[in-house]
T-cell receptor
Framework: AQKITQTQPGMFVQEKEAVTLDCTYD???????LFWYKQPSSGEMIFLIY??????QNATEGRYSLNFQKARKSANLVISASQLGDSAMYFC?????????????FGSGTRLLVRP | GAGVSQSPRYKVAKRGQDVALRCDPI?????LFWYQQALGQGPEFLTY????????KSGLPSDRFFAERPEGSVSTLKIQRTQQEDSAVYLC?????????????FGPGTRLTVT
C-alpha cells in the first residue's frame, strides 16, 4: 500500500540557514511522482516541487531542492537560505500509476519555524 | 489567471444540518479532487472526478457524503445530517490532466465546524 512518512513533527531553523525536511515513501509501483506542498497558517496548499521516479537528476526550484534517494525510498526537501516567510506546515505527497485516480497520498506534515 | 476557488470559506452547522460546499476549478482542468483535512493532519482523499464522471469515491467516509460535477466544471460536496466528526477543512484541487506528474492546484479550503 502507498504510504508517506514524515518523522519530524516540528523543526526550527535560523534565518538564512538551510534546513532539510525528511520524507520516506512506500510503493510497489515503479512509476510514481513525489510532491512537496507548503501550507501557511492561512490554509492554502502551495505546490513547491515535483520529482518523478524516472528523473535522474534531483529536482530544484529556486531555494527548494529535493534530495531523491530512490533505493532508500526517501525524498527529502532542502530549503536553502531560510526566510521568515518559510514558517509553515510542509507536506510530502505521492501518487502512482497503480491508483487510477492518481490521488495524492500525504504525510502527516512537518511544522517549520524560522527564527530571526 | 484565476486559481481554484471554494465557497464558503467558513461554515458553521448545527449537528444534523445538511451543508453544501462548492468548488470552482481552474478552467479547462479535467481532474478534480476533494480532500478532507483534520486539524494538525495531512489531507486525506475523498473523491475524484474526471470531467463529469466520478471515477473514485473510495475515500468518502459514509453515505452521508455525496459529490457531483454535473457539467465537468464546478463541483459540489454535500454532507447530509452533519456530525461533529465532520468538522474539518475540505480542500478541492484540480489538475490539467491525469497522470503521475500533473500538479494538483488547491483551493483555499472550506473550514466546516459542526456544533
Amino acid at each position: 500500500a502507498q504510504k508517506i512518512t514524515q518523522t519530524q513533527p516540528g523543526m526550527f531553523v535560523q534565518e538564512k540557514e538551510a534546513v532539510t525536511l525528511d520524507c520516506t515513501y512506500d510503493t510497489s509501483d515503479q512509476s510514481y511522482g513525489l510532491f512537496w506542498y507548503k501550507q501557511p497558517s492561512s490554509g492554502e496548499m502551495i505546490f513547491l516541487i515535483y520529482q518523478g521516479s524516472y528523473d535522474e537528476q534531483n529536482a530544484t526550484e529556486g531555494r527548494y531542492s529535493l534530495n531523491f534517494q530512490k533505493a532508500r525510498k526517501s525524498a527529502n526537501l532542502v530549503i536553502s537560505a531560510s526566510q521568515l516567510g518559510d514558517s509553515a506546515m510542509y507536506f510530502c505527497a505521492m501518487r502512482d500509476r497503480m491508483d487510477s485516480s492518481y490521488k495524492l497520498i500525504f504525510g502527516s506534515g512537518t511544522r517549520l519555524l524560522v527564527r530571526p | 489567471g484565476a486559481g481554484v476557488s471554494q465557497s464558503p470559506r467558513y461554515k458553521v452547522a448545527k449537528r444534523g444540518q445538511d451543508v453544501a460546499l462548492r468548488c470552482d476549478p481552474i478552467s479547462g482542468h479535467v481532474s478534480l479532487f476533494w480532500y478532507q483535512q483534520a486539524l494538525g493532519q495531512g489531507p486525506e482523499f475523498l473523491t475524484y472526478f474526471q470531467n463529469e464522471a466520478q471515477l473514485d469515491k473510495s475515500g468518502l467516509p459514509s453515505d452521508r457524503f455525496f459529490a457531483e460535477r454535473p457539467e465537468g466544471s464546478v463541483s459540489t460536496l454535500k454532507i447530509q445530517r452533519t456530525q461533529q466528526e465532520d468538522s474539518a477543512v475540505y480542500l478541492c484541487a484540480s489538475s490539467l490532466a491525469f497522470g503521475t506528474s500533473y500538479e494538483q492546484y488547491f483551493g483555499p479550503g472550506t473550514r466546516l465546524t459542526v456544533t
